[in-house]
């Protein structure tokens, strides 16, 4: 893994520079974690590329969050300012005019953003979509591949910061209500929508991205009981066989699952329901 660094002012370049030995370390702890609990292989990471927060907003990227992946090139992109990424989160919060009391709530969580958190929770997420199950999978499993990257760092996670990895978690939730009347009735279904303008929106994309969090771990750790191996090796078989236009693929991806676990139907239907999978 090769370092790489982008900045649009010189004197960022050295705040960067200073980063790159705790980041190194983490990422090579987290991939040997991550090929132990999943199985499969994390793909070479060629260039990791350490950006100041205009180089990876304005120059770089469009994404409303200075962090992504080129998987086919191996290179994963990060801004480590954690100050940066606080401030999006609570410009979220505050875009919803929620009342006081609740908004205060919510911004507090993000005060624990700091470069360790963003490790775990982002680091980990951007270094899971190099897993190999993801060259596999079909177009159209776009939510289950970005719920699964979130999943499978905060499953480590929750081994020594249990308590954490449940905030997280509810939180998210809890802006998915308090976005309903702004994104409305934006749901799962409408998750591809993240390649059209929409996903310039913020609350929109946290909104996806919260859902497809929480989605992915509701149905690893409460309908399929927590054996994640089995559930990606049970999604690498379905989506070969799997033939319909990436818009529906999903929807039958979802069956399937169901109905080679064996798993009750009106567990099925709340589940659909409640994530607004079709
Ligand atoms: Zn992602």
């Not at 980041?23 to 350490?50: H, M």
């Not at 994963?76 to 989160?89: A, D, G």
């Not at 910061?161 to 279904?189: A, D, P, T």
Request: hydrophobic content about 40%.
């Amino acid at each position: 893994m090769k370092f790489a660094y982008a900045f649009t002012e010189k004197k960022n370049l050295h705040k960067l520079e200073q980063k790159k030995g705790q980041i190194e370390v983490f990422v090579k702890e987290l991939v040997g974690k991550i090929e132990k609990l999943t199985s499969y292989k994390v793909r070479p990471i060629e260039y990791f590329v350490l950006h100041d927060f205009a180089s990876a907003t304005k120059v770089h990227s469009h994404y409303p969050v200075p962090a992504w992946t080129t998987p086919e090139r191996g290179v994963i992109n990060f801004c480590p300012e954690e100050k940066r990424w606080q401030n999006i989160m609570k410009t979220n919060v505050k875009q919803l005019n929620l009342p006081e009391s609740a908004e205060r709530n919510l911004l507090k969580h993000y005060d624990q953003w700091n470069l360790d958190f963003l490790l775990d929770d982002v680091v980990g997420h951007e270094l899971c979509h190099l897993l190999e199950i993801f060259e596999n999978l079909p177009d159209g499993m776009d939510w289950f591949e970005e719920g699964l990257c979130f999943y499978l760092p905060r499953r480590i996670l929750s081994e020594t910061k249990k308590e954490l990895v449940k905030e997280i978690y509810q939180q998210e939730m809890k802006l998915v209500s308090y976005s309903q009347r702004w994104v409305k009735g934006h749901f799962l279904k409408d998750f591809s929508a993240y390649r059209t303008k929409l996903h310039n929106n913020l609350i929109i994309f946290l909104n996806d991205y919260h859902l497809a969090a929480n989605a992915t771990k509701e149905l690893v750790d409460e309908i399929v009981g927590g054996d994640v191996r089995e559930v990606m090796q049970a999604a690498e078989q379905v989506s070969s066989e799997i033939e319909e236009p990436p818009e529906q693929v999903m929807k039958t991806f979802i069956q399937k699952l169901f109905e080679r676990f064996n798993l009750d139907q009106e567990k099925f239907r709340s589940f659909v329901r409640k994530f607004r999978i079709f």
